[in-house]
């Protein structure tokens, strides 16, 4: 998502504001001079003043304010519509199924999204990842040991796992 | 003399080499595989290494981490996915050369310097353990707060063309550090009353989700996604790599000097070093606007001070028992377990055992070029594989590093959002090296800076009156300065000219 650079320096002008905001109410402890505030609001004035400077140098460049979003190197290429749906759908879904579902079950679902984004047919996206996700399982889960949560399938664990 | 060859003959043993092998080996695994680090292998080992004698216990930590930190570069080159902090310094440089098709001498110079670098760090640890410990020893808060500073100078340099957006990506990265409990006073910040907050994002979200992750959301909008891509042959890494590194012999020793000295500061370490190696690399380049294009100069210079770093950390964890960082750490427990004392006796009471395990750094570095090599020659097949089937395995392996690295699901949602942030971040040509030396080394800056006023009550001049502060203060506040130097000394010459006109 490309933005010109007056409505960068906007948002960017905004966060350090809010940043500031909210550090102004981190008081320092009664001991020391400066608290948990100090950083964040060193880093909120930097954020003001290079936010300004983007807007003030966009205006200068330009003669006048540039209020530009537009997406780059996607709204050329066909089916881009579809593709950041399927993209933004795996993206959010997958944090909330996994904990629900367990691994076994979130991934396919996940990375099937995904190839499809990428053009692949259904049926092959679900073999695909199918394989992958029991590829996955195995090396990750049986062998390194990483505690992906099992969610539906938790009283199953023992036959499911390898080793 | 006589020390040396009991150190060999400890070393030489059938049974050691085998661990020192094993261990090797199963480093490039772990470190190639995204999210997987030196330190989770090692806690792997542990289980192991307390039925083993010290030598092939502590050699076998040794040779994991060595080799580990270098295969880090490998998905780095090939996925943008850096495999540590460290590597991240370069990872923008060696994928850019991928992409240009020079994917063999991208790796090739991260495996060449990786080992010549962490053997020229073992040299130092052989030598100069003890003045380079002296040396350590000496850096205090103050210190620490302008080394960090220092760092964050680097990212600047680093950034190649807009400075106000490598400054709006510093500071996001500073803040994105904050969220969470605040080391000193341990309240919360920017938590938004959530708890799960309360741990920060977590660097490995942060800097896979920054790189990785933005990486292929933007991949996603490529059109021919199908096709494997061009240009990616993987036959002889070796080749051209000699002449390069000949060629850039300065940024060579450059990094291997600032990768031995910084790694032998606890706490500082491999993450730092490479940085300013990459950043000095630049700065004193011939050929500085080539940086951030596929350029083999900085890639020379960090890869080289990566390596180094993790040998001379093991200088203040040996001279005085001061551990580097988690991974020393672990080696102080171990030593203290098999009866060894680090500190400054046990050069005196076990220097076998010692030189032994400074030996095992020698070892481990040349068993990296095989093993690199084999491990490289394997990746290839990474390349192969088209976009449209590559890009959700990358996410995958970004989503079970983020998972692995905090056992949380939260992780991944962290992971999924600096994805997006990074996209964006790219698309308005914010660059996004800034924000993760900025998210590294705000904790170091703001704790130092904190505890050096309450030892100074409140006083800045210990900042400046200390002799190695002093130096860092002044070198710092040069390099933020030299941008606007410059800028004024173009506008007078361009003054001169048009009066002149």
Known sequence: MRMSDFVLGTLVLILGCAIFASASELAPARHIKFGPGFLPSIIAVGLVLCGSTLMIRDVVTNGRPKFSISLPDWDHTPGWTKKALLLGAALVIYPIILPIAGFLIATPIFLSLLLRAGAITWPRAIVLSTITTALAQLVFVDVLGVPMPWGVLQNFQIILTVF | ?501
Request: charged letters at 10%.
């Open chain 2, 1 to 501: 003399m006589a020390v040396f060859f009991e150190a060999l003959s400890l070393l030489f043993d059938p049974f050691v080499l085998l661990v020192i092998l094993a261990s090797a080996s199963g480093g490039i695994v772990l470190g190639a595989v995204p999210g997987l680090t030196a330190t989770m292998g090692i806690v792997l080992l542990i289980p192991f290494i307390f039925y083993m004698d010290p030598i092939p216990g502590i050699a076998a930590i040794v040779s994991l981490t060595a080799t580990a930190i270098f295969a880090g570069d490998i998905p780095g080159a090939l996925l943008r996915i850096p495999g540590t902090p460290a590597s991240a310094a370069y990872t923008d440089e060696s994928y850019a050369m991928t992409k240009n098709g020079q994917v063999e001498l991208a790796l090739g110079i991260s495996l060449v310097t990786a080992s010549v670098g962490g053997m020229i760090g073992a040299l130092l640890l052989l030598f100069l353990a003890p003045p380079l410990a002296k040396f350590a020893i000496s850096f205090s808060s103050f210190e620490y707060f302008w080394l960090a500073c220092l760092g964050l100078t680097a990212s600047i340099i680093v950034t190649s063309d807009d400075r106000i957006k490598g400054f709006i990506s510093l500071f996001i990265g500073v803040f994105i550090a904050s969220i969470g409990i605040d080391p000193v006073t341990g309240m919360s910040r920017f938590t938004g009353g959530f708890e799960i907050l309360l741990g920060g994002l977590g660097v490995v979200p942060v800097l896979v989700g920054l790189y990785a992750v933005s990486e292929t959301i933007r991949g996603f909008g490529e059109a021919q996604t199908h096709k494997p891509p061009a240009n990616f042959e993987i036959k002889n890494v070796f080749r051209g790599v000699g002449k390069t590194i000949f060629l850039y012999w300065r940024s060579f020793v450059q990094g291997n000097i600032i990768g031995s000295l910084l790694g032998a500061l606890p706490g500082a370490g491999a993450d730092i070093a490479a940085w300013i190696a990459y950043a000095v690399s630049k700065r004193f380049s011939k050929q500085k606007e080539k940086f951030g294009t596929g350029h083999p100069e900085g890639l020379v210079a960090a890869g080289a001070s990566n390596n180094a770093a993790i040998s001379s950390a093991y200088v203040p964890m040996m001279v005085f028992g001061i551990p580097g960082d988690s991974l020393t750490a672990i080696v102080i427990g171990i030593m203290f377990v098999k009866g060894l004392n680090p500190g400054p006796t046990i050069f005196l009471n076990d220097p076998g055992i010692v030189y032994a395990i400074i030996f095992s750094f020698f070892l481990a570095n040349l068993l990296m070029l095989p093993l690199g090599y084999l491990a490289i020659r394997g990746a290839r097949h990474l390349v192969r594989v088209p976009k449209n089937v590559m890009l959700p395995l990358v996410i995958l392996f970004s989503a079970i590093a983020a998972f692995a690295s905090s056992n949380m699901v939260f992780g991944i949602s962290a992971l999924f959002v600096m994805g997006v942030l990074g996209w964006i971040m790219e698309a308005n040509k914010v660059p996004i090296a800034p924000a993760v030396l900025g998210m590294i080394l705000a904790p170091m800056i703001e704790q130092n800076f904190l505890k050096s006023l309450m030892i100074s009550r409140g006083s800045i001049a210990p900042f400046f009156d200390r002799p190695i502060a002093g130096v860092l203060a002044v070198v710092t506040i040069i390099t933020l300065l030299l941008p606007l130097i410059g800028w004024i000394k173009r506008l007078y010459f361009t003054r001169q000219q048009n009066r002149m006109v």
